[in-house]
């Protein structure tokens, strides 16, 4: 057996079929953040240090809600992941699962403040 290649023992092992969702997934959601990170900048750029009253009419028209909504949700999205990656290579046993867990109600609960704010605001 110690003659064994490493390809010759992983022959037949399998895969755990879920590798190339994920990869797509990353790769989609990264496409996205490079379309919504620029238009985010420049929609709530213009907005820093003006007053509460000028950002929450701002806010309330679509098109800066809606950019500022995705960008907020497809970054959380990316987030959790990305985070899921390398808690699954580095942490192991029943640390990985509370982890893995934590880590996906803490993006999720970001993401539903984060639009929960942007509703407020364009309401």
Do not use: N
């Not at 755990?16 to 709530?44: D, E, N, Q, Y």
């Amino acid at each position: 057996m110690r003659y064994l290649t490493d390809r010759k023992r992983a022959v037949g092992m399998g895969s755990a079929k879920t590798g190339t969702a994920h990869f797509w997934a990353m790769k989609v959601s990264s496409f996205a953040l490079l379309i919504l990170i620029p238009l985010f900048v420049f929609t709530f750029g213009p907005m820093l240090g003006e007053s509460h009253a000028d950002v929450t009419a701002y806010f309330a028209r679509p098109f800066p809600a809606i950019v500022a909504a995705l960008t907020i949700v497809v970054t959380m999205m990316h987030f959790k992941d990305g985070v899921q990656v390398l808690i699954e290579d580095y942490v192991h046993g029943t640390a990985q699962k509370v982890a893995i867990l934590a880590m996906i109600c803490l993006s999720y609960a970001a993401a539903a403040t984060g639009v929960f704010a942007i509703a407020r605001i364009a309401l």
